[in-house]
């Protein structure tokens, strides 16, 4: 049987959009499993680091986001940390333990507690510094500057759709 060119025209044009689409849903679906793989192997990785100076992953969240936000009520940092204020509170509970943090009373509400840092904070804080560098290094490898950035904006346009996204709770964001 033979074609006209235009015929044939059509049917390659009709292929590769089945193609087209064929490959894009599969990469939807691969980018959400990807994501999802590299943010666990992301926390596998951190919870290793995080047992060689005797803490978890959760503590080491709590002393960068104290780092980053000193004076913090425990259920501020809860919300920030998106869990609930008793999680936080025993995993402050080991941490003033330890030494590394402590609470002060707040000036000007006496039931409420700031979290500070103490400066026995500052080793362990220089080595998550140190392994998020590292870390950054090692999934960044292979790549330049500029892809790079593409990475972290178009990261950045997701966070963003599923925060403004009229499904997600207010709580999420």
Not at 105 to 133: G, K, Q, V
Not at 145 to 171: C, F, I, N, R
């Given at each position: 049987?033979f074609?006209?060119?235009?015929?044939?025209?059509l049917?390659l044009?009709?292929?590769?959009?089945?193609?087209?689409?064929v490959?894009?849903?599969?990469?939807?679906?691969?980018?959400?499993f990807?994501?999802?793989?590299?943010?666990r192997?992301?926390?596998?990785?951190?919870?290793?680091?995080?047992?060689?100076?005797?803490?978890?992953r959760a503590?080491?969240?709590?002393?960068?986001?104290?780092?980053?936000?000193?004076?913090?009520?425990?259920?501020?940092?809860a919300?920030a940390?998106?869990?609930?204020p008793?999680?936080?509170?025993?995993?402050?509970?080991?941490?003033q333990?330890?030494g590394?943090?402590?609470?002060?009373?707040?000036p000007?509400?006496r039931?409420?507690?700031?979290?500070?840092l103490?400066?026995?904070?500052?080793?362990?804080?220089e080595?998550?510094?140190a392994y998020r560098?590292?870390?950054?290094?090692?999934?960044?490898r292979?790549?330049d500057h500029?892809?790079?950035?593409?990475?972290?904006?178009?990261?950045?346009?997701?966070?963003?759709?599923?925060?403004?996204?009229?499904?997600?709770?207010?709580?999420?964001?």
């Amino acid at each position: 049987m033979f074609l006209h060119s235009g015929q044939k025209a059509l049917r390659l044009i009709i292929s590769r959009l089945i193609i087209s689409r064929v490959m894009t849903a599969a990469l939807d679906r691969d980018l959400l499993f990807l994501l999802s793989d590299v943010g666990r192997l992301v926390r596998i990785q951190a919870d290793r680091r995080a047992r060689e100076d005797g803490m978890t992953r959760a503590q080491w969240v709590i002393l960068a986001r104290l780092e980053r936000m000193g004076g913090l009520s425990q259920k501020e940092l809860a919300d920030a940390l998106e869990v609930e204020p008793i999680s936080v509170g025993r995993l402050i509970d080991r941490l003033q333990a330890r030494g590394l943090v402590e609470r002060r009373p707040d000036p000007t509400d006496r039931r409420i507690w700031r979290l500070h840092l103490t400066p026995a904070a500052a080793p362990i804080l220089e080595r998550i510094a140190a392994y998020r560098a590292e870390l950054h290094d090692r999934i960044t490898r292979g790549l330049d500057h500029e892809a790079v950035v593409h990475v972290v904006e178009a990261l950045l346009g997701m966070k963003s759709q599923l925060l403004t996204d009229e499904s997600v709770p207010d709580e999420a964001a």
